[in-house]
């Protein structure tokens, strides 16, 4: 089964500073890899996804991840965070054929900009 | 484009009371999720649908909760009766990408059960 861990549940950075947020999966092959954004009050926005070839992937809000196969990481980078950024952070992998299951979210990241 | 919608956004009801949460999916979006939030539990996958047929109910939690989808374009998720516990954001999301592509997700409907 496939897992997913966000080894920091709470990162305080300030503005303008470089970010990154470290996701971990466990699964038997490459899977499906997403990293999501959750402002208060709303409901989860996609940021980027990785579904094959450049392991680099950019976002939107200038985001963007890097697979790492031999690591099992997809770590999430902003160079320079802006105060907007402050929300909660999901990674989330899937498995890669139809209808095999549902998608594994992290526990979230809660990211916090200071001024 | 009109994302998932979602109502009501927020519910207060009293325990014993029905529960019935809404869904408008993306026009052609052919995958439909319920989540449910907490902070205990964090992000839990209820059920999903693909065309309108429910393809796995594993994590609904008890025969209190229930889920249809009478046509593409709309999905009920009914909790009867309601307890404390149930007290969560419930989101749905939909999705033309298999049961573990891209999701895009409503706003949510924060439940209170009293």
């Known amino acids: 089964a496939q897992s997913v861990t966000q080894p920091d549940i709470h990162i305080t950075v300030s503005e303008g500073a470089s970010l990154e947020l470290r996701c971990n999966y466990s699964y038997g092959a490459t899977p499906y890899l997403f990293w999501y954004v959750q402002s208060p009050g709303q409901g989860l926005q996609l940021l980027l996804k990785?579904?094959?070839?450049?392991?680099l992937v950019q976002g939107i809000k200038g985001f963007e991840a890097e697979f790492k196969r031999s690591q099992s990481s997809f770590n999430l980078r902003k160079p320079s965070v802006h105060w907007s950024d402050a929300a909660e952070y999901f990674c989330a992998v899937g498995a890669r054929v139809t209808n095999a299951g549902k998608s594994t979210f992290g526990d979230g990241t809660t990211l916090t900009v200071k001024p | 484009d009109a994302g998932v919608i979602q109502s009501p956004r927020h519910e207060v009801t009293e325990m014993g009371q029905e529960v019935t949460l809404r869904c408008k999916p993306i026009?052609?979006?052919?995958?439909l999720f319920w989540y449910r939030q907490t902070m205990m539990r964090g992000l839990e996958l209820l059920i999903y649908f693909n065309n309108n047929v429910p393809i796995d109910d594993s994590g609904m939690p008890e025969d209190r909760f229930s889920a249809k989808m009478p046509n593409a374009s709309f999905s009920t998720l009914k909790i009867q009766p309601s307890e404390p516990r149930d007290s969560a954001v419930y989101f749905c999301a939909s999705s033309t990408q298999g049961s573990t592509g891209e999701l895009f997700f409503g706003e949510g409907s924060r439940l209170t059960v009293l």
């Open positions: 990785y579904f094959s070839g450049d392991t």
């Open positions: 026009s052609g979006h052919d995958y």
